[in-house]
């Protein structure tokens, strides 16, 4: 019996022993998983991860208008090109766009600055909205180009990004919102290089932001935009392609302007005003420099902010910016960005796919791709030197 009781006990400090080393080996193991995966995590948060789809919805056939696919040399280049901007017309619903349009501006108010002197104007857009926007005029134009206009400066058509702040923000014009500014008062800095400048109020911001009711907690500065955008979508209306029109408009009266060089007009936005500037160089082929700041990303891999139906089926972002080439573009984005556009310098996706529809043509020189480390806004601004560089040699 004593014997018998050895064994199992001796039995029972084996198996409790044995049992031991197994799960210290499981918990050992499942730890430095832990550990690693954390480690991992840690690693990923560097990087940012585009989103997941569900695979029944990758389809064979999207992207059917793409650079890669219709674009194998440069003879395919005219006839592709024709066909992505008319589709592009099309799921953006433009209408037929004149070449010339008298249209009647009103003088709201002007005042003077140590540099220049600054205008407010308005007129009808094509439904009959109030545009709003500005001129800024040197009082030291410092480039004056030969054409057939007795005085002759290069022009600057500048659209904001989102946001209430809007035009003030881009002509650094004091206002209740002047602690949410992020765009650099770019309007200013390029007016005191000698340029005319125009800014344009976009719809659903600034001047020409909405009472958006209950929808909104201040000091929102994003949500009147948003609503007014889910509002025209739920009526039909397309608030981003009402947004390209007003620009065109702006356009177009400074193209008539008795002082403006019509043919050295440059066109630049930051974020949706990256976005407009995108769909002007479509529409209008006199421009001649377009500068796009975190304002280009794809709608492919990122989805993006935009609700356009079908777009994917036809073309990405850098598709169609791709079909410019090889007009004088610059882009911009932040590394420091934790959104697509940061995904964008991070890899340099769009920007790659757009570098190849430049060198078809050997024009190379005339793209230049930007990436910077500022930290203002999160990266998410313009990085003002290389945009001044780009716009003094797109224009001289």
């Known amino acids: 019996?004593?014997?018998?009781?050895?064994?199992?006990?001796?039995?029972?400090?084996?198996?409790?022993?044995?049992?031991?080393?197994?799960?210290?080996?499981?918990?050992?193991?499942?730890?430095?998983?832990?550990?690693?995966?954390?480690?991992?995590?840690?690693?990923?948060?560097?990087?940012?991860?585009l989103p997941s789809f569900p695979e029944v919805y990758d389809y064979n056939d999207n992207l059917q208008l793409s650079f890669d696919k219709n674009v194998k040399d440069k003879s395919d280049f005219t006839s592709w090109k024709n066909e992505i901007?008319?589709?592009?017309?099309?799921?953006?619903?433009?209408?037929?766009?004149?070449?010339?349009?008298?249209?009647?501006?009103?003088?709201?108010?002007?005042?003077?600055?140590?540099e220049y002197n600054i205008k407010k104007y308005s007129t009808n857009a094509i439904d009959d909205d109030k545009i709003i926007f500005y001129e800024l005029y040197p009082k030291n134009a410092?480039?004056?180009?030969?054409?057939?206009?007795?005085?002759?400066?290069?022009?600057?058509?500048?659209?904001?990004?989102?946001?209430?702040?809007?035009?003030?923000?881009?002509?650094?014009?004091?206002?209740?919102?002047?602690?949410?500014?992020?765009?650099?008062?770019?309007?200013?800095?390029?007016?005191e290089m000698?340029?005319?400048?125009?800014?344009?109020?976009?719809?659903?911001?600034?001047?020409?932001?909405?009472?958006?009711?209950?929808?909104c907690k201040e000091p929102d500065i994003y949500c009147s935009g948003k609503i007014l955008d889910r509002h025209l979508h739920n009526l039909g209306y397309n608030l981003k392609t009402l947004q390209t029109l007003d620009a065109l408009q702006v356009l177009q009266i400074?193209?008539?302007?008795?002082?403006?060089?019509?043919?050295?007009?440059?066109?630049?936005?930051?974020?949706?005003?990256?976005?407009?500037?995108?769909?002007?160089?479509?529409?209008d082929n006199d421009i001649k420099n377009i500068a796009i700041a975190s304002g280009l990303q794809s709608t492919y891999l990122t989805s993006g902010t935009a609700i356009t139906p079908k777009i994917l089926q036809y073309y990405d972002d850098s598709d169609l910016i791709s079909s410019i080439a090889p007009k004088s573009l610059y882009?911009?984005?932040?590394?420091?960005?934790?959104?697509?556009?940061?995904?964008?310098a991070n890899s340099l996706y769009s920007a790659?796919?757009?570098?190849?529809?430049?060198?078809?043509?050997d024009k190379e020189q005339n793209l230049t791709i930007v990436t910077h480390d500022l930290e203002e806004n999160d990266g998410h601004v313009y990085d003002v030197r290389s945009l001044l560089e780009f716009l003094e040699q797109g224009t001289d």
């Open 254 to 283: 400074m193209k008539e302007a008795e002082y403006v060089d019509d043919e050295n007009i440059s066109v630049v936005g930051l974020s949706l005003g990256g976005d407009i500037a995108q769909y002007l160089s479509i529409l």
């Open 142 to 191: 410092k480039n004056i180009t030969p054409c057939q206009k007795e005085i002759c400066i290069p022009a600057v058509l500048i659209i904001p990004a989102s946001g209430n702040q809007g035009s003030a923000d881009v002509m650094n014009s004091p206002s209740e919102l002047s602690k949410y500014y992020f765009q650099s008062g770019i309007g200013e800095k390029i007016t």
């Open 85 to 114: 901007q008319m589709k592009f017309l099309e799921l953006y619903e433009f209408p037929e766009i004149l070449d010339y349009t008298d249209y009647k501006i009103f003088n709201i108010s002007e005042y003077e600055k140590d």
């Open 352 to 361: 790659t796919k757009i570098k190849n529809a430049y060198s078809l043509h």
């Open 1 to 49: 019996m004593n014997r018998l009781l050895v064994i199992l006990t001796v039995f029972l400090f084996v198996s409790i022993l044995g049992n031991f080393i197994l799960f210290s080996s499981y918990f050992e193991k499942y730890s430095m998983e832990e550990i690693s995966q954390k480690i991992i995590s840690k690693d990923e948060m560097s990087y940012l991860k």
């Open 194 to 215: 000698g340029y005319i400048v125009y800014v344009i109020e976009n719809r659903g911001w600034g001047e020409r932001k909405i009472d958006p009711g209950f929808n």
């Open 331 to 344: 882009l911009s984005w932040g590394l420091n960005e934790d959104s697509m556009f940061g995904y964008e």
